[in-house]
């Protein structure tokens, strides 16, 4: 049985779908302008508008003057990216100002049940090895039985590299089973190009697509697998992926862990914790993580660097 267990953290909100015991997608939702979002703004340039202070790319403002008043929908979440991030992005709408549907909400919409996860109960996420797959996005380094991959985030395109030892045949069709996994696991979305070893003749080329066909959920586009092993992947991008999120800001992702694991601080234990000075600082910076905590816990947390 698939569930999703969903937790609202302090400072972000988190989800993984569980089947069978293991994780098949993690999910990160950090506060800001989601997709479908409709929000007043101003137009600062002719292609940017400013919503909640956030900047956004306007797509198509014809007949709207700089300066001017306007309302949009976000079609895209902003994308960080190493040196720059991928500004949102929107067009002009009509409809009625509010929010984006979160996490909470989506997960509601996917046919899965879902399961409110509480401080107090047993870790039910780290059970189904969410650390694990949080390693894998921030490494890159994911195994799968008879090899590994390797995954490089580029601002171009999430390139995944194969090696192993054995058949070929064998360990790309492996492989590709382990890639379409590990795409949908990591919400890894945009360009994907995959780098399997060289395989022969045309039906184990096609067995290694089949094989990533039958475990990446669409939609998707791709390439056929070409006589180099090189084969590409198109998916929608409107989001960040779990890759984008945590090797974007380490810091942030580090002090929202330890807020989550002094959460987690059994009643009558004292919220103390060391940790390196940059996340002690991160939290620091947010007094309402800090409140926050307090008021779930009961309890001040000592934090020391």
């Known amino acids: 049985m698939a569930e999703w267990l969903f937790e609202a953290g302090i400072g972000e909100a988190r989800a993984a779908l569980v089947v069978d015991g293991m994780i098949a ?5 950090l506060p800001g302008l989601r997709l479908g979002s409709v929000v007043e703004g101003r137009l600062v340039a002719r292609d940017r508008v400013v919503a909640d202070g956030t900047e956004l790319l306007l797509d198509g403002a014809a007949g709207v ?8 929908v976000v079609t895209r979440e ?9 500004l949102a992005r929107c067009r002009v709408s009509d ?3 509010g929010p984006g549907p979160d996490l909470r909400a989506r997960l509601a919409a996917s046919g899965h ?8 109960e047993a870790d039910a996420l780290e059970a189904a090895g969410w650390s694990e797959v949080l390693d894998e996005a921030m490494s890159g380094e994911i195994a799968f039985p008879g090899g590994a991959l390797r995954l490089s985030p580029t601002p171009a395109m999430a390139l995944f590299d194969v090696d192993g030892s054995g058949d070929i045949g064998t360990l790309a069709v492996a492989a590709a089973t382990a890639v379409g996994q590990a795409i949908d696991r990591l919400d890894i979305t945009g360009s994907i190009g995959v780098d399997f070893p060289s395989v022969q003749g045309k039906a184990l080329r096609n067995a290694v697509a089949e094989a990533l066909d039958a475990a990446l959920p669409p939609p998707f586009e791709r390439t056929a697998l070409n006589g180099f092993g090189f084969l590409q992947v198109v998916r929608p991008r409107p989001r960040a992926s ?4 945590l090797r974007s800001d380490p810091v942030g992702a580090a002090a929202r862990a330890a807020l989550r694991s002094l ?3 059994p009643p009558g234990t004292s919220l103390a914790l060391r940790l390196p000075l940059a996340v002690k600082a991160r939290i620091d910076a947010h007094p309402d993580w800090l409140a926050e905590l307090t ?3 009961g309890r001040s947390p000592q934090l020391e660097s």
């Open 242 to 245: 779990l890759v984008e999120v």
């Open 113 to 120: 049940p879902v399961r409110e996860l509480r401080a107090h």
């Open 295 to 297: 008021r779930r816990t």
């Open 95 to 97: 409809a009625p100002l």
């Open 65 to 72: 003057s700089e300066g001017a008043a306007i309302r949009v």
């Open 25 to 29: 997608a993690a999910r990160v939702e």
């Open 78 to 86: 902003l994308i960080p990216e190493p040196g720059r991030a991928k």
């Open 263 to 265: 959460e987690r601080t």
